[in-house]
């Protein structure tokens, strides 16, 4: 039986990136394929990681770099998967190449054209908190570093086309099917976030500084709209005080979901570190109701938060969030369990940590695949306990966030044990053919 | 001596780092002051030197500039080093003709609230490293062959599976267990969450799938004695029981060697009462049907783990040991009450926050304590226990009258680990478990070439978390293996055979024995051996040893300039 | 103003450079006076870069290293600890203090540790005041090459030179290296190709033993002409010829500062009667003194200046001696740096007269030649009578102030130092303190006196191959004459000879390996 020696990876986020180049590494072709324009996913957003502080772009980069240079890596970004047939081994798969409408050859990420065009548009990556033209790079490190064009929002002006000095524009692409013979196919998709306005307690979308995690993380990084610097949106005031909500839709039996996302206690930590890094006149309070510290070094994390940068927890989920509509400050309404009372607290900003949340095209993706997903959307492993990436399909593989809820490490441990499955699905149905 | 040698022309390239570095450095400051250095022919500032951007501004530079040597100016070597050594040697420059200044992370980070004196300092800095730079030679990287077997050190679940899934991919496999049977951890436990089957069913598949793969070669009762060598070609020393001692070669060693439970004794009255247990002795009691009918169990988490000072981390698995033991409890005696005093409990994910719902919907009782106001266990009346815990919401004294006390005590690192780790010359972090290479992107890696740890040697985690670490090495140990050839570090120590006066120090003094003298008395170094610490060229009473690429005046000019002085 | 102190830091790479960063990943600051030079292991750190680093102005020097037990490299933190236990011995002998170097073993994870560490060394260095040596840095002054060489040729009769080759089949390098020849060196310089023997390795070979000159019909004094070749040679090539990693110059150097401050006499025995004044001085030289340097040879060379204070006592001397006692310079006038052994000439000169000695007594014979020949020239008077201890020994024996009490039967094979022998003509006061002593036996090897064979290296630099067959051609010219013990008056030569008998050679050890002992031990151990 033939076997090709080839893996799929569906996914350019830090889990993608590892299986990747783990698998290219050792001699296997891989086939990366990323929705948006660029590799780098959740990873690429974040300002700092816990629990070492490292800038995330900066240990991000050079694995980025790493799979745009290597020769068994084909990047296939801005593509879809649009059908896959076959089995182990012997996978065919159908991909869509977006338009780009830009020639990739002959594009050198200069960004004249974007200088040029006409149209703003709210920046995905900046959480819609920054602008970006209709032709656009989703991030100065992009990778690959090439332009694209938003159809939906292109006014077909035509002036990036008269602008481009290499000529790269190319108005008139047509979407590209690319067809793949692969051994294996690993997905890793990651997540996205929960649906925070339907907690309509806490005013997210209708107060300006009601803020998700995400959101906030793009305003304190230093490349973000902000170029770092800690403003509230809605009049430009640095914030004295800012407070953090847990469990926005996590751990919910009503509304929400009922599963415990597993790092926002230790993401919101580190956020309040960077804010009293920032800024250490700022007060920062943290509402939890459970602390999850369980990973390797999470505790000590913690403690250093609360010893050594003041950042205050308090056990206690705030009922509410309301706006004062002339200062714009900010109330939260709260039990505190020391003095037994309800308080209510003002603070300048309301950081949420929502639900991270499967994505709602792993369902299009499982009916392609035929895999299944479990009663929350993530895709479903063969043996929650003894065979944790595999699924019910043989040759498939999961790995990061879209196998269950995990933080950077774990997702870097995983992917590399999905691309041995892969390698080792590979290998036993070359030898199945051999005998 | 100087006339074949080609004049030095540095490019040097400063990064922002976005703020990291600009918000404190200031960064055209610097570049102005970088093109006053001799040798010096072109210095520019880059945004994110790292990023696509930077790397291609990198090549053009050198093109552009006729460049023969580069300084990045940025974070530390530890992490880019290798990117920016690639990115010269694809524009054509020797990669061992490039240096680097931290102005991050020993400068820019350390002294964010003096910008002047950072500023200073990243001066100086450049200034050693363009002192270096003068003095770099081109080097070139020895490639060995990568012999196709691995060493997995321990036989629990977590070695096992990495075992097979290595001998899958066509490896030959050696596993060394300790005990006279391969499982584990896994031996003593009772029944596994969420399926509620027996651990010994999962164990004994893949017992089974082990003993009859031709690849692994099982070495129970056995133990690793030595380890010598480097990646691609370890030499171990495994001895057995029975005293026989095996050797073998192998390219890359797996460190499975799982953790043991904590012992609390003294606290909360075990080894006084015998009604105090851990879990682990309440899931050996479980699985052997001996636990009698308990009226009231009283749980009690964080025994002996997130102390203030000590164990001081969180050992993850205890509350959903918990959970599950106080599930199995109720389901065989519906009636008894139980009660779990927790801090913060720790059940995360999806299906261990189903087990959390599940337990309350059983009618478990949670109690949460507060670090400093610990629940008491004293002797109660008729045998029983008396539990006395602060209810820290209600702020009031619960005394709870149980007869049995269960214990979480935290997993822990074991005896063994230490004469391991410096077998293997891989470190134990602050909590005492392996310390991998990069906790966010090289978690499975130690930092020495060729040796990966998984399972709860690494950290205390659940089983379906280990198989994802333990095929995770299965992928890390076979990129070397598959790829059969590997390039080792050019960074060697070279004896001058007209200086050496053969008086031996060398020989002596090299911890991986990689100098030998020949027939003529002349030391003579193994390179493929040599890792480039660099003590041989320190003691050499001659001076007849050149540490390549940290040469005497490589390092001497590095002091000089850093003390103000450059030596043209 | 105070100025702020500056720390050389030499960190390794996989734990103390790995701390530094973390403590910059975790935001910890610390103070910004540390400059790090990364090195793979705390074992490459080499005692010449610290050393260096102290004489060039570093205000305090702070190796980081992997915990014991813990070092990537196995074992080289150890060998860093015991370098630097012995260098901060040799920093508080120089007066510079150890505690301005630092060693402390930090992991990885210890960012805090590391900032702490820093924080309290820098707090440390700037109560402890500047490094007394900054103030010496200042650029060497041009030296017209073309100048020193024309006057050179003149003054040592290289212009006279016939040719005829009795250099070159008489020095001992030329033997075993044909390379080398004095006569071609001569011949280079005379025709103008001065450029090829300064940037060469020749005008370092040379062993400056005078036997050339001894023997040349033309008087060319060769050692004198290559001696002022080095002061315009390459210093590149000399920094990668010299043994011992060019410590022992570098302390001569640090030694021109007049800010230091030694105590240069925590070796003598109690009951030892020396006095600051005295008509008397006793001159030790820099050797003895810092045999720490030469720990491995097991030679006790402070027993040297130990039996020499002993037999001075004994017959009623109390001698005066410096507590900050300099280094005479010879190595650095034989090594090309003139500037720096005028300064110590001066200062020597200066503190002599304070303590208004008549009389320089001095057992090494470098130091005796130093004095007696170079310092009158270099500073145009040097008022005081210079005696090497064997000559101040032989008087007294003259006058019958000397008698030795104790009988030591042994056969002893006396060896003439260059210095002694063949640059100052001291030949015969030697051997009749030797033969005074009752029981001894004083054996000659065949080529003594005049024709003594040199030890094999001066001035520690070319300690190579060949040097190392001339010492064992000595060697076993010293054992073939079936002496017991072999003595000499030269401290170098008995480190030179015994640094070849701990090497393991491939010729067998038996043929070199021989008991030795100093001329004034020798003596010492001959009074009760």
Known sequence: MRAHKSVLVIGGGIAGIQASLDLANRGLKVYLVERTPSIGGRMAQLDKTFPTMDCSMCILAPKMIEVLRHPNITLLTYSEIEGVTGSVGGFKVKVLKKPRFIDENKCTGCGECAQYCPTEVPNEFDMSLGIRKAIYIPFPQAVPLKYAIDEANCIKCGLCERTCKAQAVDLDQEPETINLNVGAIILATGFELFDIKSISEYGYGKYKDVLSSLEFERLICASGPTGGHLLRLSDGRIPTRVAFIQCVGSRSLRGGVRFCSSSCCVYATKEAILIREHNPECEVYIFYNELKVFGKGFQDFVKRARDEWGVKYVRALPGEVMENPETRDLTISYEDTEENMTKSMTVDLVVLCPALVPRVTNKELAGILGLELDEYGFFKSRDILYAPVDTNKQGIFICGYCQGPKDIPESVAQASGAAAKAAEAIQLTKNKGVR | MESSEEVPRIGVFVCHCGINIGGVVDVPEVVEYSKTLPGVAYAEGNLYTCSSEGISKIKEGIAKHNLNRVIVASCTPRTHEPLFRAACEEAGVNRYLFEMANIRDQCSWAHMHEPEKATEKAKDLIRMAAAKARLLKPLEEPEIDVTPSALVIGGGISGMTSALCLANQGFKVYIVEKEPKLGGMLRNLNKLYPNMEDASEGLSQIAKRMKSNKKIKVLTSAAVKQVKGFIGNFEVTVEKANGKAMNFEVGTIIVATGATVFEPVGMYGYGEHENVITQLQLEQLLKKGQLKKPKKVVMIQCVGAREEKGRTYCSRICCTTALKNAMLIKEKCPDTDIYILFRDLQAYGTHYEDLHRMAQGKGIKFIKYVLEKPPQVIRGENGRLMVNVCHALLDEQVKISSDLVVLSTPLIQQESAKELSQMLKVPLGPDGFFFEAHVKLRPIDFATDGIYVCGTAHSPKDIAESLSQALGVASRAAIPMAVKRLKVEAITAVVDENLCSGCGTCVKLCPYNAIQKDEKGIARVTSVVCKGCGTCAASCPERAITMQHFTDEQIMAQALAALGRCVA | ?528
Not at chain 3, 321 to 344: A, I, P, Q, V
Not at chain 3, 427 to 439: A, F, L, M, N, Q
Request: proline share 5%; aromatic share 8%.
């Open chain 3, 1 to 528: 103003m105070k100025t702020e102190p500056k720390i050389v830091a030499f960190l390794c790479n996989w734990c103390a450079y790995a701390g530094a960063d973390l403590a910059g990943v975790s935001r910890i600051s610390y103070p910004p006076n540390i400059r790090v030079i990364r090195v793979m292991c705390s074992g490459r750190v080499d005692p010449a870069f610290i050393v260096g680093a102290f004489e060039m102005g570093a205000d305090g020097v702070f190796v980081g290293g992997c915990h014991p037990g813990d070092c990537h490299y196995i074992s080289g933190n150890l060998e860093a600890e015991k370098r630097i236990k012995n260098t901060q011995r040799l920093l508080s002998m120089i007066g510079l203090g150890p505690e301005r170097l630092r060693l402390e073993w930090i992991s990885a994870s210890e960012g805090e540790r590391f900032a702490q560490v820093i924080t309290e060394f820098t707090e440390n260095l700037r109560k402890l005041g500047p490094n007394p040596f900054k103030a010496q840095v200042n650029a060497k002054s041009h030296t017209d090459m073309k100048k020193v060489i024309s006057e050179a040729i003149k003054k040592t009769n290289v212009q006279y030179c016939l040719e005829c080759g009795k250099c070159s089949a008489s020095c001992p390098i030329s033997k075993v290296n044909n390379a080398f020849s004095p006569r071609r060196v001569v011949e280079r310089t005379l025709l103008g190709f001065e450029e090829k023997v300064l940037s060469g390795t020749d005008v370092w070979t040379c062993l400056t033993c005078f036997l050339c000159s001894e023997r040349c019909p033309s008087d060319v004094r060769f050692p004198e002409f290559i001696r002022d070749c080095r002061r315009v040679a390459s210093q590149k090539v000399m920094e990668e010829l010299c043994a011992h990693r060019g410590i022992p110059t570098t302390l001569s150097r640090m030694m021109t500062n007049p800010k230091i401050k030694q105590d240069r006499m925590d070796w003598l025995p109690s009951g030892a009667k020396i006095s600051a004044r005295g008509d008397t001085l006793y001159f030790v030289g820099c050797i003895p003194y810092f045999d720490v340097i030469f720990e491995n040879f097991n030679l006790e060379l402070l027993k040297i200046p130990q039996s020499v204070v002993k037999i001075l006592n004994k017959v009623g001397i109390e001698p005066a001696m410096l507590s900050n006692e300099k280094c005479c310079g010879h190595d650095l006038l034989w090594t090309g740096d003139l500037e720096n052994f005028e300064k110590l000439a001066k200062t020597n000169a200066t503190d002599l007269k304070k303590t208004r000695a008549t009389k320089i007594v001095t057992s090494c014979p470098e130091c005796y030649r130093t004095f007696k020949k170079d310092y009158p020239e270099v500073l145009g008077t040097f008022d005081f009578d210079v005696l090497h201890i064997s000559e101040f020994l032989s008087e007294l024996i003259d006058k019958g102030k000397l008698k030795f009490d104790a009988k030591l039967s042994t056969k002893v094979v006396y060896h003439d130092p260059c210095r002694l022998g063949r640059h100052m003509g001291v030949y015969e006061p030697p051997r009749k303190v030797i033969t005074s002593i009752p029981g001894v036996k004083l054996l000659e090897m065949p080529r003594n006196r005049e024709n003594a064979i040199c030890c094999g290296v001066s001035a520690f630099m070319s300690c190579n191959k060949y040097s190392k067959e001339v010492r064992a051609d000595r060697l076993k010219e010293a054992k073939a004459t079936g002496a017991d013990l072999l003595v000499t008056t030269c401290p170098h030569c008995q480190i030179h000879w015994k640094c070849l008998a701990t090497e393991k050679l491939p010729t067998s050890s038996d043929s070199v390996s021989m008991d030795m002992q100093d001329f004034a031990v020798l003596a010492a151990e001959a009074l009760h």
